[in-house]
């Protein structure tokens, strides 16, 4: 039998980012072996270690190989070695926001599932967490993170200027897609801003309001970022589909991963474009770099939304979610999961596990 055969880039950049992301590979062809899929991997630079390579965070070669790929496998991108550069040139904003708004990856999509078998995990009461499974919908490509920076000297010191835009079209069209996949999960979307303090939560409040009229089998209720953060907490499963602006979504996904145990756990796709980025949420973890402590299970999971969202293989994603929740309710857990009575495994062996179950 002919495989489907796809191009995926691979920027392992940083840190933990060079021992994830082999583990995702490794599901993946395991994967691929089952459901006849062939993936040719091409390896490239991206952050601090291009930086130390060639003198750039994103070189033009990184790229070029990620536009002529089907989609892109990232691990993680910073660390202590590259602080003292300049804001600017630090690997964070000198690869990771440009690589997203060269490939137009404008929609952060983050799925925060409590499995049964990490209720223990988590530092919240049972009763709050169990059933939770929520999706985030954050915009990627504005707000904070693009507008103009600026420092100057005043009398007293100095004064730093950031710029927070939005338009109509960045906010219709992360909406739009909030919309689309509430339609296919319980009906609800939750967009949150801060409409009562700026003018950009205005214009993304009342361009909600407006497109909700398309979606009239939604339900659609608005909430200030400070009441969703304490909401995340209080009762995490009245959110279905969270909708928010790009500090706020970051901000919001980090706490939400606390719900599911670990950030170790939290996967995510960049959507937008033609090409589309797959990472886990968390950082480059310099701290344990090169110890094989590190969870791959964020990635492993980032590849499954790689299989369901870019190639739509949507039998070999589901195979590789099963086979995730099938090691862990075997009680096997990395470091950052570990709870009295569960199986330490390092992070090759919890790879190891998950490709096992797919043969």
Same mark, same amino acid.
């Given at each position: 039998?002919?495989?489907?055969?796809?191009?995926?880039?691979?920027?392992?950049?940083?840190?933990?980012?060079?021992?994830?992301?082999?583990?995702?590979?490794?599901?993946?062809?395991?994967?691929?072996?089952?459901?006849?899929?062939e993936?040719?991997?091409?390896?490239?630079?991206?952050?601090?270690?291009?930086?130390?390579?060639?003198?750039?965070?994103?070189?033009?070669?990184?790229?070029?190989?990620?536009?002529?790929?089907?989609?892109?496998l990232?691990?993680?991108i910073?660390?202590p070695?590259?602080?003292?550069?300049?804001?600017?040139?630090?690997?964070?904003?000198?690869?990771?926001?440009?690589?997203?708004?060269?490939?137009?990856?404008?929609?952060?999509?983050?799925?925060?599932?409590?499995?049964?078998?990490?209720?223990?995990?988590?530092?919240?009461?049972?009763?709050?967490?169990e059933?939770?499974?929520?999706?985030?919908?954050?915009?990627?490509?504005?707000?904070?993170?693009?507008?103009?920076?600026?420092?100057?000297?005043?009398?007293?010191?100095?004064? +730093?200027?950031?710029?927070?835009?939005?338009?109509?079209?960045?906010?219709?069209?992360?909406?739009?897609?909030a919309?689309?996949?509430?339609?296919?999960?319980?009906?609800?979307?939750?967009?949150?801003?801060?409409?009562?303090?700026?003018e950009?939560?205005?214009?993304?409040?009342?361009?909600?309001?407006?497109?909700?009229?398309?979606?009239?089998?939604?339900?659609?209720?608005?909430?200030y970022?400070?009441?969703?953060?304490?909401?995340?907490?209080?009762?995490?499963?009245?959110?279905?589909?969270?909708?928010?602006?790009?500090?706020?979504?970051?901000?919001?996904?980090?706490?939400?991963?606390?719900?599911?145990?670990?950030?170790?756990?939290?996967?995510?796709?960049?959507?937008?474009?033609?090409?589309?980025?797959?990472?886990?949420?968390?950082?480059?973890?310099?701290d344990? +770099?090169?110890?094989?402590? +590190?969870?791959?299970?964020?990635?492993?999971?980032? +590849?499954?939304?790689?299989?369901r969202?870019?190639?739509?293989?949507?039998?070999?994603a589901?195979?590789i979610?099963k086979?995730?929740?099938s090691?862990?309710?075997?009680k096997?857990?990395?470091?950052?999961?570990?709870?009295?009575?569960m199986?330490?495994?390092?992070?090759?062996?919890?790879?190891?596990?998950v490709?096992q179950?797919?043969?």
């Open positions: 039998m002919n495989k489907t055969v796809y191009q995926i880039a691979v920027l392992p950049g940083d840190g933990i980012g060079v021992e994830i992301v082999p583990e995702a590979i490794k599901v993946l062809k395991q994967a691929g072996e089952r459901y006849h899929l993936f040719k991997f091409t390896e490239a630079l991206i952050g601090g270690v291009a930086i130390d390579a060639v003198g750039k965070a994103l070189p033009e070669e990184t790229l070029e190989i990620c536009r002529n790929s089907d989609a892109v990232l691990g993680a910073g660390g070695k590259w602080d003292q550069l300049p804001a600017q040139e630090r690997p964070e904003a000198a690869a990771l926001l440009p690589l997203r708004k060269a490939l137009g990856l404008f929609a952060n999509l983050r799925p925060v599932t409590v499995y049964p078998a990490l209720i223990g995990a988590s530092t919240l009461k049972p009763d709050i967490i059933g939770v499974d929520l999706i985030v919908f954050r915009e990627l490509t504005g707000g904070l993170y693009f507008g103009n920076k600026a420092r100057r000297p005043i009398e007293s010191g100095e004064e +730093a200027i950031d710029t927070l835009i939005y338009t109509t079209p960045e906010i219709e069209r992360i909406t739009r897609l919309f689309e996949a509430a339609r296919k999960r319980r009906k609800k979307v939750t967009s949150i801003d801060k409409a009562n303090v700026l950009s939560s205005r214009l993304w409040r009342e361009t909600v309001i407006r497109l909700s009229a398309d979606y009239p089998d939604i339900e659609l209720e608005h909430m970022v400070d009441n969703c953060a304490m909401q995340l907490i209080r009762y995490p499963k009245q959110f279905d589909v969270i909708l928010t602006e790009n500090m706020f979504g970051d901000i919001l996904t980090d706490e939400a991963s606390m719900l599911t145990g670990s950030i170790g756990m939290l996967a995510s796709a960049s959507l937008g474009g033609q090409v589309a980025l797959y990472e886990p949420a968390h950082g480059s973890a310099p344990i +770099a090169g110890q094989k402590k +590190a969870n791959p299970l964020a990635t492993i999971l980032s +590849a499954a939304m790689m299989l969202y870019s190639f739509n293989q949507e039998s070999a589901q195979a979610e086979a995730v929740v090691v862990l309710d075997e096997y857990r990395t470091g950052d999961l570990m709870e009295p009575g199986k330490a495994v390092n992070m090759e062996e919890m790879g190891d596990l490709a179950k797919l043969v």
